[in-house]
């Protein structure tokens, strides 16, 4: 167990929806990563936040947006959802505290989402 | 852009023998880290082995140790004594000072274990 925790662990859906998926990183970890693992793309970086604030982006969608609350919990929003955006969904928390930091992220259990 | 590339889908291995998954990048930085990632049949994905490429000596832990060639860009993985619970997916995956982290990963390599 990572200390990381993500819900829900499955979400199926319809094409058009919009959905959310939560993580909470470990106790002590400020900053929180998104990634997106699917068939044809693999795993891919997709979003970070250090306490509440944005400090990283990388292919991510205009349709997908993400925030973090107070309690450092993150939340990862996907809407007009399409058939290709099936996929398992990880959320990573670390230490790191600023770009200099490249401490080890340990990862949630994923939430695999599938769009109908 | 930096890349990861791991050349072989897929490998397999006796139980109780070595292997060894390959795996090479492409950066112009100086200052970064690599790292394995091992992905059971459960999906959760587990830190394996870190390597910092400042430092010269290879990193280990336990039956895992990594040849890491800087000049080379090329940073292995080798496992000994295999064992049934080492099957699974493994990635390889890069970072570098003044990224804030992010991790780039390599396409993965599937491990068999056979008894």
């Known amino acids: 167990d990572s200390g990381v925790t993500q819900t829900p662990k499955h979400l199926i859906t319809a094409t058009g929806q919009r959905v959310t998926l939560r993580c909470s990183p470990r106790s002590g970890d400020l900053s929180v990563y998104w990634y997106q693992q699917s068939l044809d793309q693999g795993l891919q970086f997709l979003i970070q936040?250090?306490?509440?604030?944005?400090?990283a982006k990388g292919n991510i969608l205009e349709r997908f947006s993400a925030q973090q609350f107070p309690d450092l919990h993150s939340e990862l929003n996907l809407s007009s959802l399409e058939l290709g955006d099936s996929a398992l969904y990880f959320c990573a928390s670390s230490v790191a505290l600023s770009e200099y930091d490249t401490d080890t992220q340990y990862f949630g259990p994923g939430t695999r989402l599938t769009v109908l | 852009a930096q890349t990861v590339t791991q050349s072989q889908p897929e490998m397999s291995v006796q139980e109780a023998e070595t292997v060894t998954l390959s795996c090479t990048y492409d950066?112009?930085?100086?200052?970064?880290?690599l790292f394995w990632y091992k992905q059971p049949p459960s999906r959760q994905m587990i830190l394996v082995i870190r390597?910092?490429?400042?430092?010269?000596q290879n990193a280990t832990e336990n039956r895992f140790s990594v040849n890491f060639q800087k000049a080379a860009k090329s940073f292995s993985l080798k496992i000994s004594d295999s064992q049934l619970g080492d099957a699974a997916m493994y990635f390889c995956?890069?970072?570098?000072?003044?990224?804030?982290?992010?991790?780039?990963f390599g396409q993965g390599t599937i491990l068999t274990v056979h008894p």
């Open positions: 950066t112009s930085e100086s200052d970064y880290y």
């Open positions: 936040y250090y306490n509440g604030e944005e400090r």
């Open positions: 390597q910092e490429a400042y430092k010269q």
């Open positions: 995956a890069y970072t570098f000072m003044g990224s804030y982290g992010k991790l780039t």
